[in-house]
T-cell receptor
Framework: DGGITQSPKYLFRKEGQNVTLSCEQN?????MYWYRQDPGQGLRLIYY???????QKGDIAEGYSVSREKKESFPLTVTSAQKNPTAFYLC??????????FGQGTRLTVV | QKEVEQNSGPLSVPEGAIASLNCTYS??????FFWYRQYSGKSPELIMF????GDKEDGRFTAQLNKASQYVSLLIRDSQPSDSATYLC???????????FGAGTTVTVRA
């Protein structure tokens, strides 16, 4: 089945820890995105990537890092510099048709 | 000024009525426009996309785009209780792949 897979579904982070969220797609899409969603809010763009080995900061990149070493993969690291990381994180990918499709999300909680 | 602004909700409509959702945007370089539906705790799913000025109909949904007024809307005809969700407006720029979302409008359809 073609699609976007995010893992894990739930993630708990201790204060001062870095954690990495996985996003993999087998849709052969060029562009990939990471968004953060807080309760009752819309989607805020963290990072996005048009092609392999290239990515751009979104609107709230501070405290996050990404890599794009393979077309299929776009992992997001939430660093200890992100002081309020508890949120729902969504990964999306976009092909030539321009429509973006989303993974099922990762719910991150600081404990 | 936010890139994408949606009419504030929540919006409550009776079953069978028309729900009207509005979205304005600031970047005239925006090329592609999307409406997503998001149920509570789930990831967004694409309802409609529109690239050209005018109307586009798909079943009970109609998207309208007016690039001169920087305005895009979504009409839901014959609203059903299953349409109760948050609706997100999104746009993609023509010069890169940045995909930005509005804050969303929550719609409740009363049976």
């Amino acid at each position: 089945d073609g699609g976007i897979t995010q893992s894990p579904k739930y993630l708990f982070r201790k204060e001062g820890q870095n954690v990495t969220l996985s996003c993999e797609q087998n849709l052969n899409h060029d562009a990939m995105y990471w968004y953060r969603q807080d309760p009752g809010q819309g989607l805020r763009l963290i990072y996005y990537s048009q092609i392999v080995n290239d990515f751009q900061k979104g609107d709230i990149a501070e405290g996050y890092s990404v890599s794009r070493e393979k077309k299929e993969s776009f992992p997001l690291t939430v660093t200890s510099a992100q002081k309020n990381p508890t949120a729902f994180y969504l990964c999306a990918s976009c092909g030539q048709g321009y429509e973006a499709f989303f993974g099922q999300g990762t719910r991150l909680t600081v404990v | 000024q936010k890139e994408v602004e949606q009419n504030s909700g929540p919006l409550s409509v009776p079953e069978g009525a028309i729900a009207s959702l509005n979205c304005t945007y600031s970047d005239r370089g925006s090329q592609s426009f999307f409406w997503y539906r998001q149920y509570s705790g789930k990831s967004p799913e694409l309802i409609m996309f529109i690239y050209s000025n005018g109307d586009k109909e798909d079943g009970r949904f109609t998207a309208q785009l007016n690039k001169a007024s920087q305005y895009v809307s979504l009409l839901i005809r014959d609203s059903q209780p299953s349409d109760s969700a948050t609706y997100l407006c999104a746009l993609r720029r023509s010069n890169d792949y940045k995909l930005s979302f509005g804050a969303g409008t929550t719609v409740t359809v009363r049976a």
